[in-house]
């Protein structure tokens, strides 16, 4: 089953911006590729229902693409003190 990858633009200001869909996981990394050539923005794409997200890896080139899972780029909670 194909899964709908919503694309977005990242501003420097860390608003993003819907930009467009794509059906299945190739043709959305061929897209988020596609716009990072032509963006200086970072551009990325998030399947909602699998939380499944494409980026292009920086250290490895802007032609490089890598998928994790969502939970991964939030940001860690400290724990609370216990007192």
Same mark, same amino acid.
């Given at each position: /089953? *194909?899964?709908? !990858?919503?694309? &977005?633009?990242q &501003? #420097?200001?860390?608003?993003? %911006?819907?930009?467009?869909?794509? /059906?299945?996981?190739?043709? =959305?990394?061929?897209?988020? /590729?596609? /716009? =990072?050539?032509?963006?200086a923005?970072?551009? !990325? =794409?998030?399947?909602?229902? @699998?939380?499944?997200?494409?980026?292009i890896?920086?250290?490895?080139?802007?032609? *490089?693409? $890598?998928? =994790? #899972? $969502? @939970?991964e &780029? *939030?940001? *860690?909670?400290? #724990? %609370? #003190?216990?007192?």
């Amino acid at each position: /089953m *194909k899964h709908l !990858y919503e694309i &977005f633009e990242q &501003f #420097p200001d860390g608003a993003s %911006l819907w930009r467009e869909s794509a /059906m299945g996981h190739q043709k =959305a990394q061929r897209k988020v /590729m596609e /716009m =990072a050539r032509k963006s200086a923005n970072p551009i !990325y =794409a998030i399947d909602l229902t @699998g939380g499944d997200v494409i980026r292009i890896d920086e250290s490895r080139g802007r032609n *490089k693409t $890598s998928t =994790a #899972p $969502s @939970g991964e &780029f *939030k940001e *860690k909670k400290k #724990p %609370l #003190p216990v007192e």
